[in-house]
């Protein structure tokens, strides 16, 4: 099994900052795609940003130039800064995983168990 424990999550004022972290654990093998959806209360769930193995890096619209995503392989950890909050950013925030758990065997998709973010105005 692969686990994923997400922290960093909290209250903060428009404009200010938040790290999230989330960490991996379990029999892995490889880590493919990892990154960070987010789903406000009454709406659906939506992507806020992701990272391939290869670094490559994708962004919703709305948080581009304000958030960065990361990843440590070594330390099995994916981050997500975030900066510049704005009230519309309010969200439970989830962690997700994409890989294997050996070399013959097929991808596995793991989610976090969630963190909320409150932005206050």
């Known amino acids: 099994q692969v686990q994923l424990v997400e922290s960093g999550g909290g209250l903060v004022q428009a404009g200010g900052s938040l790290r999230l972290s989330c960490a991996a654990s379990?029999?892995?093998?490889?880590?493919?795609?990892m990154g960070w959806y987010r789903q406000a209360p009454g709406k659906q769930r939506e992507l806020v940003g992701i990272?391939?193995?290869?670094?490559?890096?994708n962004y919703v619209d709305s948080v581009k130039g304000r958030f960065t995503i990361s990843r440590d392989d070594a330390k099995l950890t994916v981050y997500l800064q975030m900066n510049s909050l704005k009230p519309e950013d309010t969200a439970v925030y989830y962690c997700?995983?994409?890989?294997?758990?050996?070399?013959?065997?097929?991808?596995?998709?793991?989610w976090g168990q969630g963190t909320l973010v409150t932005v206050s105005s």
């Open positions: 990272i391939s193995s290869g670094g490559i890096t």
């Open positions: 379990g029999r892995i093998f490889a880590s493919n795609v």
């Open positions: 997700y995983w994409n890989g294997r758990q050996g070399w013959a065997e097929a991808y596995l998709e793991v």
